[in-house]
């Protein structure tokens, strides 16, 4: 069996490499990992779970309490979206500077966020350019599959 430190390596080396697959084999050990590509995300699926949809249910009164008075406001902004569920954090480590700011100009490949999942850090690239004008989400907090990050304005 394949040691657990020498996998987490080799996923390591994969993401810092962009690499989708990986095929290693020697006399005693055949290791095969393969990632999702860029364009189709790989999405990670949890069962629901009474502790799980808790959170999220408690999180969306709030949500609907703040965004009830800045509906019109948020009016032709253009959502940039998890493509996973995970934790979102806005910079690559505490010491690093965020990503983006509001009012920051973001183009297809500015990277905006990461969104951990199962200790894998995703880089959440805009996708579309324009304006950050609004951050829709704060910095460790869980967030689903579709759900608004960011709103930019489009140039």
Excluded: W
């Amino acid at each position: 069996m394949i040691d657990i430190r020498k996998l987490k390596e080799l996923v390591k080396l994969m993401v810092e490499n962009e690499l989708s697959e990986l095929d290693l084999r020697d006399q005693s050990e055949t290791v095969t990992i393969k990632r999702g590509n860029e364009n189709e995300p790989v999405i990670y699926h949890a069962p629901a779970a009474a502790p799980a949809a808790a959170p999220a249910a408690a999180a969306a009164p709030a949500a609907d309490a703040s965004d009830s008075g800045s509906a019109d406001a948020d009016a032709g902004l253009i959502p940039i979206e998890s493509p996973m569920v995970g934790t979102f954090y806005t910079k690559p480590n505490p010491e690093s500077p965020v990503f983006v700011n509001v009012g920051d100009q973001v183009g297809p490949d500015s990277v905006v966020c990461l969104v951990e999942a199962m200790k894998v850090f995703n880089e959440i690239k805009a996708e579309k350019s324009g304006t950050i004008a609004k951050m829709c989400v704060n910095d460790g907090d869980a967030v689903e599959f579709g759900q608004p990050l960011f709103l930019i304005k489009p140039n």
